[in-house]
């Protein structure tokens, strides 16, 4: 079982930026690739951002790339999406996701077994 707890949501005007953090506890957090998530109202939860367990691989959904970056530090059980140029349909309930693998890098929301409770993101334009 793993525990996951995001945080740094907000309210930001356009061209800002935000930088959200999920704390993990409970099983070894080197043992997972981790993702970020988001869904806006009325609409599906879509993938944002993925890296693998060594941080040496990283994937970010198309409209994304450029602006928002990746990270992870598992000495201190945290990953990180660093989120730049923020665009009003970058607004949503962000979640962080762990899936228990050191191989794959996935880009599907049915691949994680675990969530944070979400944290929300929103950009006025």
């Known amino acids: 079982q793993v525990q996951l707890v995001e945080s740094g949501g907000g309210l930001v005007q356009a061209g800002g930026s935000l930088s959200l953090s999920c704390a993990a506890s409970?099983?070894?957090?080197?043992?997972?690739?981790m993702g970020w998530f988001r869904q806006a109202p009325g609409k599906e939860r879509e993938f944002v951002a993925a890296?693998?367990?060594?941080?040496?691989?990283?994937y970010y959904r198309n409209s994304v790339k450029g602006r928002f970056t990746i990270s992870r530090d598992n000495a201190k059980n945290t990953v990180y999406l660093q989120m730049n140029s923020l665009k009003p349909e970058d607004t949503a309930v962000y979640y962080c996701?762990?899936?228990?693998?050191?191989?794959?890098?996935?880009?599907?929301?049915?691949?994680?077994?675990?969530w944070g409770q979400g944290t929300q993101v929103t950009v006025s334009s």
């Open positions: 409970g099983r070894t957090f080197s043992n997972y690739a």
């Open positions: 890296i693998s367990w060594s941080g040496g691989r990283t």
């Open positions: 996701a762990a899936d228990p693998s050191r191989v794959r890098v996935s880009l599907s929301r049915t691949e994680y077994d675990y």
